[in-house]
C-alpha cells in the first residue's frame, strides 16, 4: 500500500481535467487495494478509486483526499458449469481492452463487440458497460468486492448488482451518491469456447455495425478487427496524436424513454427496444396456489433513442465549440466532448450545459451524463 506523491488528474484521465489530490496511494494487489481502503476509511478520508481514468470527469481544484490507483492484473480460467463455456475471473485493474483480446485470442465469445473500450475491468460492471447492444451483465457471473460500511469482503452476484443501462448499485449517478458504497475487487465471466469457428451474430446493433447480411458464423477476430476500425473512425480509439480521443467516450447517454414518448420524436431518429427480462419468475407459495396463475405484470413498454442524434439534430454540429473556449464537440462523433488542448473543468461542463439545454430546448429531454464527476457540477 505504498503512498506516492500525487500526481495531477489531468495526467491520469482522458479528458485531461484536474490537478493532484491531496493524497495518493497505488495498489497493486488484491491486498494491497483491501489494505489501502480500510486504512483510508478508518481515517474518514473523503477518497475515490481510479483506474483508466476513462469515465471519469473531474474538476479544476485539487481534490481534497485520497486517490486510490488501482494497478492490480491477472486472469484466471475456471470451470464452468455450462457445457460448452469457461470461466475467467480478472483481477480489477486489469486494462479491458486487454481482456477483450486475450478472450479474442482464446476463441472466448461474449465481450467481443466489447473492443476498445478504454478503462479497466473493475470499472465494467459499475456502469454495465456496453457497445452494438452487448453489455458486461449478458456474461458477468459475480465480482469479488469490499463495503465501506463494514470493511468486509465478500463475493456477491451479478443479479444483486442491480445492474441496468449503463447502471447499477454501485455507480455514482450526477446528483446523487451510489446505493452501495464498494469497491470491485475481481470480476467473473462466463464465456462461450467457440475457438476459431466463431458464432453467428444475432444482435440488431451489433449486425447493422457489422453490416452483416446472412447469419453465417464470424470469426471473434473479425468482428474485433471490425469494431476497433469503427470506434477508430469515430475518435473512440484513444490517440495522443487525435484530440478527438482526449474525452470521456460519450459524455451524454442515450436516453431511455416510454414508447409514448418516442413517438413524439422525428420518425428518423434512431431508436431501440429496451428488451423486456424473458427470464422473469413468479413464485406462489404452495399454501397460497388456488390452481389459478396470477396476470402478468405489464409495465409500459420503454425504447432507447440516440443521444448523438438528439445533439446533432438540436444544432449542435461535430466540431462545435463556444466561444473562445478549449473544449469542444469531436469532429467525429457528437456524442464526445473533447479536451482540444489545455481545456479546464469549466470549460468542458459550460460546453456539456449548453448541449444539453439545446437538446431540452428542441425536443423536450435532459440528456444524462455517462462520466463519473468529481468535484464538478453540469
Known sequence: MPEVSPIALSQLTTLRTGAAPERMLEARTADELVAA?????????????????????????????????????????????????????????????????????QGLAGIEAMSGI??????????????????????????????EATGEVSTVPASDLGLGFRTSVLKHHYGGVPLRRAVILSVTLDLAVVGDAGRIVRGEQLRRALALENEAPVPLAWVRERILATRAAKGMLLDPDDA????????????IVPESVART???????WPVAPDLDAVT???????????????????????????????????????????????STKHALALTNRGGATAGEIAELARYISSRVQSEFGLMLQPEPVLVGVEI
Open 244 to 255: 478527438d480521443t482526449a474525452s470521456a467516450g460519450s459524455f451524454f447517454q442515450n436516453a
Open 283 to 329: 413464485v406462489i407459495p404452495l399454501g397460497a396456489y388456488d390452481g389459478a396463475l396470477p396476470p402478468l405484470a405489464t409495465a409500459p413498454a420503454e425504447v432507447k433513442v440516440s443521444a448523438a442524434w438528439l445533439i446533432e439534430h438540436s444544432g449542435i454540429s461535430k466540431g462545435f465549440r463556444l466561444p473562445r473556449s478549449r473544449a469542444g464537440v
Open 118 to 147: 478504454p478503462g479497466t475491468v473493475g470499472a465494467a460492471p459499475v456502469q454495465n458497460v456496453g457497445a452494438y447492444g452487448q453489455e458486461i451483465q449478458e456474461t458477468l457471473v459475480e465480482v469479488e468486492l469490499i463495503d
Open 37 to 105: 481502503l480500510r486504512e483510508v476509511w478508518s481515517r474518514g478520508d473523503e477518497w475515490f478509486v481510479l483506474g483508466g481514468g476513462s469515465n471519469l470527469f473531474v474538476g479544476d481544484e485539487a481534490f481534497e483526499g485520497t486517490v486510490i490507483r488501482v494497478l492490480t492484473t491477472g486472469i484466471e480460467r475456471l470451470d464452468s458449469p455450462h457445457r460448452g463455456r469457461t470461466r475467467l475471473r480478472v483481477q480489477a485493474g486489469h486494462d479491458w481492452d486487454a481482456l477483450v483480446a486475450h478472450t479474442v485470442e
Open 265 to 271: 420524436l422525428p420518425a428518423e431518429c434512431p431508436r
